[in-house]
C-alpha cells in the first residue's frame, strides 16, 4: 500500500491545497524542506502528497547516512511519474476545478480496462483521479483473480 508520493511543482503551496480540495483534505508545510507543502487526505491510511519546489531533488548521502535534498536547476516538466488516486468528489467538481486552474482535465480509457480523469497538475504532472462513478470498474480490475485471468498471471 502507497501512503505518500512526492512531486516537484512551480507553486507547492497552491498545488497542494487544490489538491486537499480533491480529498476534501488539509494541507500543512512540509517539515524539513522550505518552501514545500504536504496535501492531506486526512484518512485512516495517512494518505498523503508532498509538493515540493521544481528543481527539488532527493539524492542518496555519504554511506550510512539518510538522504540529502538538492537542487537540480535544469529540471525537466513533464515526468513518466505520477499517481492513481480516490477522490470523494464527482467527476463534474473535478472539471471545475481543473477548469479554475487552467489544468487539463479529461476522461480516459486505458485499453479498455478501465475509465479514470487525467488531472495535470500545472499542466505538467499527471494525476489519475477516480472519483465515485468510476472506483467500482477499478477495484474490480484490481482484484487477484481478475489480474490473473486479464494478464494470464500464475
Known amino acids: 500500500m502507497l501512503h505518500h508520493v512526492s512531486f516537484a511543482v512551480r507553486d507547492p503551496h497552491h498545488v497542494a491545497e487544490v489538491v486537499a480540495e480533491l480529498w476534501h483534505g488539509k ?3 512540509f517539515p ?13 491510511y495517512g494518505t498523503a502528497i508532498e509538493f515540493l519546489p521544481k528543481g527539488s531533488v532527493l539524492k542518496p548521502a555519504a554511506s550510512g547516512e539518510s538522504s540529502e535534498w ?6 525537466t516538466g513533464y515526468t513518466a511519474t ?5 477522490v470523494p468528489i464527482s467527476e463534474a467538481e473535478i472539471y471545475a476545478i481543473a477548469t479554475r486552474e487552467g489544468w487539463r482535465a479529461v476522461r480516459s480509457g486505458r485499453q479498455g480496462l478501465l475509465e479514470l480523469i487525467e488531472f495535470w497538475i500545472e499542466n505538467e504532472i499527471m494525476l489519475e483521479l477516480m472519483p465515485p462513478n468510476l472506483m467500482e470498474g477499478y477495484q474490480s480490475l484490481v482484484q487477484p483473480e481478475n489480474l490473473k485471468a486479464i494478464f494470464n498471471l500464475e
Do not use: R, T, W
Not at 538538492?70 to 529540471?75: D, F, K, L
Not at 505520477?82 to 480516490?86: K, Q, S
Open 32 to 44: 524539513g524542506h522550505a518552501g514545500s507543502f504536504i496535501a492531506l487526505a486526512m484518512d485512516a
Open 82 to 86: 505520477h499517481v492513481n488516486m480516490a
Open 27 to 29: 494541507i500543512m508545510p
Open 70 to 75: 538538492g537542487q537540480e536547476p535544469n529540471s
